[in-house]
T-cell receptor, first 113, second 112 residues
Framework: SQQGEEDPQALSIQEGENATMNCSYK?????LQWYRQNSGRGLVHLIL?????REKHSGRLRVTLDTSKKSSSLLITASRAADTASYFC?????????????FGAGTQVVVTP | DGGITQSPKYLFRKEGQNVTLSCEQN?????MYWYRQDPGQGLRLIYY???????QKGDIAEGYSVSREKKESFPLTVTSAQKNPTAFYLC???????????FGPGTRLTVL
């Protein structure tokens, strides 16, 4: 079953603009992770935020987590054409001791030059 | 060069045939996972393995089988019992105690 739901499903922006996507989930979590997938390729881990954290940064990425609302957001600043990809949030529940990831359906981001 | 390899990249099979997808990792990771991805959707867990000679069903295990005879290898067999096998299959691994999963490049299976 899908734990996370991303919003929007698709996003089209121009280079230099910021891209924001949101993820909502249903059950309590241990951590939430964001992955990126280029078309027809495997996923690449971007950033992880734990349930006791509210915000994390990594380069041009900023992730927030609101456990009271069961939601997270991923912000990509100063986007580039190379950021064109699908972005997925994935949650790990406290009961899943072996790191089972529950994925959302993803946000498809297109960055035009 | 460490990583996860999947083969083949593309696979075509006739209905009713079993097919095995290969997944190999040289990261010395204990845990390995198989996911299925359908167009425009997220990943769904088929099977996972925590350690050699042990594996557990995921959310959509029906019609699939796996083995874990070696730490570095976790092959997935798509059997004729899988009603709609055409999909993109992704293998991943994770080190013991880690959180991040490392993914292979995927195998696209098309059943004709």
């Amino acid at each position: 079953s899908q734990q996370g739901e991303e919003d929007p499903q698709a996003l089209s922006i121009q280079e230099g603009e910021n891209a924001t996507m949101n993820c909502s989930y249903k059950t309590s979590i241990n951590n939430l992770q964001w992955y990126r997938q280029n078309s027809g390729r495997g996923l690449v881990h971007l950033i992880l935020i734990r349930s006791n954290e509210r915000e994390k940064h990594s380069g041009r990425l900023r992730v927030t987590l609101d456990t009271s609302k069961k939601s997270s957001s991923l912000l990509i600043t100063a986007s580039r054409a190379a950021d064109t990809a699908s972005y997925f949030c994935a949650t790990v529940r406290p009961t899943d001791s072996w790191g089972k990831l529950q994925f959302g359906a993803g946000t498809q981001v297109v960055v035009t030059p | 060069d460490g990583g996860i390899t999947q083969s083949p990249k593309y696979l075509f099979r006739k209905e009713g045939q079993n097919v095995t997808l290969s997944c190999e990792q040289n990261l010395n990771h204990d845990a390995m996972y198989w996911y299925r991805q359908d167009p425009g959707q997220g990943l769904r867990l088929i099977y996972y393995s925590q350690i050699v000679n042990d594996f557990q069903k995921g959310d959509i295990a029906e019609g699939y089988s796996v083995s874990r005879e070696k730490k570095e290898s976790f092959p997935l067999t798509v059997t004729s019992a899988q009603k709609n096998p055409t999909a993109f299959y992704l293998c991943a691994s994770r080190e013991r105690g880690g959180d991040e999963q490392f993914f292979g490049p995927g195998t696209r299976l098309t059943v004709l």
